[in-house]
């Protein structure tokens, strides 16, 4: 999809002045570093300016690219197989410090570190159309029994309050209990996949944003966006915090 086509977003609806105001009273502290980040963001200019930005990248799947191109930005995987979603925002590559951050958000509930990755995301959706709804990727009940939550959902309903974009976290269930997909090959996920996931109703037309921490292979954004499709989604895009290079 060539980025002269993509909507633009309008400027946040949140209030901004009232964060900078709490930032006053509570100064914020680098979360990577200690120090104070002498802004309203935990996270101090240096330690951002080191961040594994993702670029270049596809611009369909957010693919890290080794080099930038001339002309399409369309990863090979994409370009011989179109996933249904339309395109993914992911401003991070899954590596350090970021791989860190992320993990201590989603398995061991620093929620700290999820709101700072979040306000990242929220920075790299300013030209980015503004969806009819928010989803978060479904856990199945055991395994947010284990972890105490849902990471995906705990971040679409934050990017829901910041945008003022209604957040539909039972709109998809994942029904099949199924491996963990980190350390699988591509062919595995995918087959660790197939009719897990269930939409719980049918839609009209609406655009969707689905959420999620990291996108690795992509398996999990192909299967419940054409899943959304097929139930009458108008259009599926992803919304991550980072993605990780496809295996070989």
């Known amino acids: 999809m060539d980025k002269r086509e993509r909507p633009r ?3 946040c609806p949140w209030p901004v002045g009232v964060r900078r105001f709490s930032y006053r009273l509570f100064p914020g502290h680098c979360l ?3 120090t104070p980040s002498g802004r309203p963001l935990d996270l101090c200019a ?6 594994p930005l993702n ?3 596809c611009q369909r799947c957010a693919l890290p690219l080794a080099t930038a191109p001339d002309g399409d930005l369309t990863c090979g995987a994409c ?3 179109p996933p249904p979603f339309q395109y993914c925002v992911a401003p991070l590559r899954y590596e350090f410090p970021v791989d860190s951050l992320i993990n201590s958000f989603k398995y061991r509930g620093q929620f700290s570190r999820g709101a700072l990755l979040a306000e990242l995301l929220l920075a790299a959706l300013q030209q980015t159309a503004l969806p009819e709804l928010i989803v978060p990727v479904p856990l199945h009940w055991r395994r947010q029994f284990q972890r105490g939550f849902n990471q995906a959902a705990w971040l679409a309903s934050y990017l829901g309050r910041r945008l003022a974009v209604p957040v539909e976290r039972q709109l998809l269930s994942r029904h099949r209990h199924t491996p963990h997909q980190q350390g699988g090959s591509r062919q595995q996920r995918l087959h660790n996949l197939r ?3 269930r939409l719980n109703r049918s839609l009209s037309g609406q655009t969707i944003a689905l959420v999620d921490d990291v996108m690795t292979t992509g398996s999990t954004a192909r299967e419940l966006s054409g899943l959304l499709i097929k139930g009458g989604a108008a259009r599926v895009d992803i919304w991550c ?5 496809l295996e070989k």
Do not use: K, Q
């Open 9 to 11: 977003l309008a400027a």
């Open 79 to 81: 370009l011989a197989r």
């Open 195 to 197: 009719g897990a996931f």
């Open 241 to 245: 915090l980072a993605r990780t290079p």
């Open 32 to 34: 990577l570093c200690g």
């Open 46 to 51: 240096d330690c951002e300016a080191d961040l």
């Open 55 to 57: 670029r270049p990248s």
